[in-house]
C-alpha cells in the first residue's frame, strides 16, 4: 500500500457486516429511498411496462412490507419457504400453501378454465417454487414480481375492487393498550394512559416510516389514468348553509344552498340525456 494510504474500511468488512451497514445507511436515510423508489417507478411505468403491455388505462397504489435474469429468478421469484403466519392454511385437517406451491413444472405455457370457471394463465417452469414472471419486466425493474394477467371483465373488476379497498394494517385494540401500559408510569394517574388510548383507536391506521417520509415528501399514494369523482349513494335531501336555511329565504330561492352532487346533477340531467350512462 503507497505510504500516507489507509485502508478502507468497508474493503475489509465482512459480507454480513457490510449488508447490515446498508441496511443502517437505508434507515438513516429514508427519505431518500422513498423518493427514489417514486421515481424509479414512475419512469419504470412509462419506459417499460405500457410500452411492452400496451397499457392504455392503469391504476396503483403504494404498499409498503416489513443481475441477469437466471441469477434474478433465483434469488427474487423463489417461493423459498412456507410458514403458518405467512401462506399455510389448515383443512380438513390437512396444511396447504395457499399460493399452490409446490406447481407442477410446465414446458410451455397454456391458458386453462380454473375451478371458479375463470381463465387462467400457467406459465411454463422447471422449478415447482418459482413464482410467475415475465423477464423483461423482471430484468428492469429487479425485484419480486408476480406476473398473473387479468383475463376477462369480472376478475378486471374484482381485482380492482379488492386493492382498491385493502385496508391499510392497525394494530389491535390489546396491542395498543399493552405498549401505552408499557410505558406509562406505573406509579402515576391512569388518566393520561387511558387519553393516549382514545387517541391511538381513532386513528385511521398504523403509519410505517416509509408512508411518514412519503406524505411529508407530498408524494401522492396512488397513481391513475383517469379521473375518479367520489359518489354519496345515500339518500340526498337539500342542504343549506349556516344560518341561511329554507326558513330564512323566499321559496324556490338556492340562496345559501350548497353545490349539488354529482349524483344529484346526473339525475336532473335533461330529458335528451336520459339514456346517457354516468360512467
Not at 431518500?32 to 405500457?50: G, H, N, P, S
Not at 391506521?205 to 359518489?231: K, M, N, R, W
Not at 346526473?266 to 330529458?271: K, N
Amino acid at each position: 500500500m503507497p505510504h500516507g494510504e489507509t485502508e478502507n474500511p468497508i474493503d475489509v468488512e465482512s459480507d454480513e457486516d457490510r449488508c447490515k451497514h446498508r441496511c443502517q445507511d437505508l434507515i438513516n436515510n429514508l427519505h431518500i429511498a422513498t423518493w427514489f423508489f417514486d421515481k424509479r417507478f414512475e419512469t419504470f411505468l412509462k419506459t417499460v411496462l405500457i410500452p411492452k403491455w400496451r397499457l392504455e388505462d392503469y391504476w396503483y397504489r403504494y404498499e409498503w412490507q416489513h443481475q441477469d435474469h437466471i441469477e434474478l429468478v433465483n434469488k427474487l421469484q423463489k417461493h423459498t419457504r412456507c410458514s403458518p403466519s405467512y401462506c399455510l392454511r389448515t383443512k380438513n385437517g390437512q396444511q396447504y400453501c395457499r399460493f399452490g406451491f409446490p406447481k407442477d413444472n410446465v414446458e410451455h405455457s397454456f391458458i386453462y378454465e380454473n375451478d371458479r370457471g375463470q381463465p387462467e394463465l400457467i406459465t411454463s417452469r422447471n422449478d415447482p417454487y418459482v413464482n410467475s414472471h415475465n423477464h423483461v419486466q423482471l430484468q428492469g425493474w429487479r425485484a419480486n414480481v408476480d406476473l398473473k394477467p387479468v383475463l376477462n371483465i369480472h376478475a378486471t373488476l374484482q381485482y380492482i375492487a379488492k386493492y382498491a379497498t385493502k385496508s391499510e394494517p392497525c394494530s389491535s385494540f390489546s396491542e395498543i393498550l399493552n405498549k401505552i401500559l408499557s410505558e406509562s408510569d406505573p406509579s402515576g394517574s391512569s388518566f393520561p394512559s387511558f387519553q393516549c388510548l382514545l387517541l391511538h383507536t381513532v386513528s385511521e391506521h398504523d403509519y410505517f416510516a416509509q408512508e411518514t417520509c412519503h406524505l411529508l415528501l407530498g408524494l401522492p399514494l396512488y397513481h391513475s389514468s383517469c379521473p375518479f369523482v367520489i359518489l354519496n349513494l345515500n339518500n340526498e335531501s337539500h342542504r343549506w348553509l349556516c344560518g341561511t336555511g329554507i326558513k330564512n329565504v323566499m321559496p324556490n330561492s338556492d340562496v345559501g344552498r350548497t353545490e349539488r352532487s354529482p349524483l344529484q346533477k346526473y339525475w336532473d340531467r335533461p330529458v335528451e340525456l336520459e339514456n346517457l350512462s354516468m360512467f
